[in-house]
């Protein structure tokens, strides 16, 4: 009975958390700027009426991105966005939905980083409680939801702990039937959401998997059949997206272009700086200051971790500076790793790892007692709420509510609220001046080409 107590009050305060994850957005009826914003709400209003119009999904944009029928939903998987739709048609009203969607996700993530914590904590309920609050109040989960507003990686951010979990669970504790299973579902559930994010699990675990045979390979057969395993029933998993991408690619279609890494200046001074400030705005990625001083105060534990933590907490470390520009990511410009656009990426991973390293640093100063685990969940949401509420400030001092013709016209700037949400869907602008939705992402790589010609 004291068990299940348990854990209706851990889902309650995963409630509360998730809730509370939304609230100094929701308050204000507003969906702020942000760098992805205006194309991912496309995506969620072609979902949403789509599914109003008795479809599942749709692979064209049929009521988005100016319905000229482009192939956003080949290129960038739509299964997350099912939930949006179910929403949208319960609470009609979007702005509400948007954050309700958002407050969903929240409420997954903090479920599935207590499941992976609890796997990896050995079932210490303290543990996994506080890895999964840690994780998912961190600011780079915070940044892919309001800073960029980039509804598909924030979704695959969720299941990264799944797939990582999974291949531990077959390296390190030789349980290679379930994790198999483990890392086949993180990566399939990543892929549903975001084709790029599991591109780059699957990479760093091949080089972690590489550098691991350097020192290991008693068991090198038997974990390579259970690798080979999960990489079968992965792609099983994911025939419904990775048969539509594969059609994609075959048909010559233009897909986003990677960025000049020659200009690439996340340095580590400024990681370090924006992890200070917990700064969530656009252009922010960052740790947040709990990992980063929990990450610094590692250090002073490390005689007590096990071989394992250590390994994990050198390979988090080397990660942090992996993504800034002391790596010479200039050099693989011109390599298939282009692919991933922007080396920050491996923030999805690197924040999973120090979470780990944090409970355990907290375990070892005999913090994870029930007062103790107050403290340490209280002052995150508090930082949390402050991070939101500095973001939404900043804002308002630097945009204001599109009215206009002229706002409608150019919305990627603009606030966005219940009055002027249906006007700045790309279906329904009325202006001829209008080039804001002129997308050339999935289309013809042929059709872009004359458009470029056209407007040279």
Request: aromatic share 12%.
């Amino acid at each position: 009975m004291k068990k299940h107590i348990q854990n209706i009050g851990i889902v309650g305060l995963f409630v509360i958390i998730s809730y509370l994850y939304v609230w100094s957005f929701v308050r204000t009826g507003i969906i702020y700027v942000s760098s992805d914003r205006i194309f991912h709400l496309e995506r969620l209003e072609e979902a949403y009426r789509t599914l109003k119009s008795g479809h599942l999904l749709s692979y064209i944009s049929t009521y988005s991105a100016a319905r000229i029928g482009i192939a956003t939903g080949q290129g960038y998987p739509s299964i997350n966005l099912i939930i949006y739709g179910l929403i949208r048609l319960i609470l009609v009203k979007p702005v509400v939905s948007y954050y309700s969607y958002i407050m969903v996700e929240q409420f997954l993530g903090l479920i599935v980083a207590f499941y992976a914590g609890w796997v990896f904590f050995k079932g210490s309920k303290k543990s996994t409680l506080i890895f999964a609050v840690i994780l998912r109040t961190s600011t780079y989960v915070m940044y892919n939801d309001f800073g960029r507003a980039d509804i598909g990686e924030a979704w695959a951010l969720i299941f990264v702990p799944l797939a990582l979990i999974g291949y531990y669970l077959i390296v390190a504790r030789k349980e290679y039937i379930k994790g198999t299973l483990i890392l086949s579902l993180g990566l399939s559930l990543e892929i549903y959401s975001h084709i790029l994010t599991v591109v780059i699990t699957i990479l760093f675990l091949f080089i972690v998997y590489i550098l691991h045979l350097l020192s290991d390979r008693k068991n090198i057969i038997v974990e390579i059949k259970a690798l080979i395993m999960s990489a079968i029933l992965f792609i099983l998993e994911s025939l419904i997206i990775l048969i539509p991408l594969i059609d994609l690619l075959r048909e010559h279609m233009a897909t986003p272009g990677s960025l000049l890494w020659d200009n690439y200046d996340y340095s580590p001074l400024k990681l370090i700086q924006l992890s200070l400030t917990n700064a969530i705005g656009m252009d922010s990625e960052n740790i947040g200051i709990v990992l980063l001083l929990l990450t610094f105060m590692s250090v002073c534990f490390g005689r007590k971790m096990s071989i394992n933590m250590k390994k994990i907490y050198v390979t988090s470390v080397l990660l942090l500076l992996f993504v800034t520009n002391i790596f010479p990511w200039m050099l693989l410009q011109h390599t298939p790793l282009k692919v991933i656009q922007f080396p920050w990426r491996f923030l999805s991973i690197g924040i999973v790892l120090l979470s780990v390293c944090a409970v355990v640093t907290l375990n070892n100063m005999h913090f994870l007692k029930i007062g103790s685990i107050v403290l340490i969940i209280i002052p995150s949401l508090i930082v949390m709420i402050g991070s939101e509420q500095n973001f939404i400030t900043s804002e308002k001092s630097m945009y204001h509510v599109a009215r206009s013709d002229e706002d409608i016209a150019s919305p990627w700037d603009k606030l966005i609220d219940f009055n002027n949400y249906d006007e700045m869907l790309s279906m329904n602008q009325k202006t001829d001046k209008n080039t804001y939705f002129t997308y050339y992402d999935y289309s013809k790589k042929n059709a872009k080409e004359n458009l470029v010609d056209c407007n040279k």
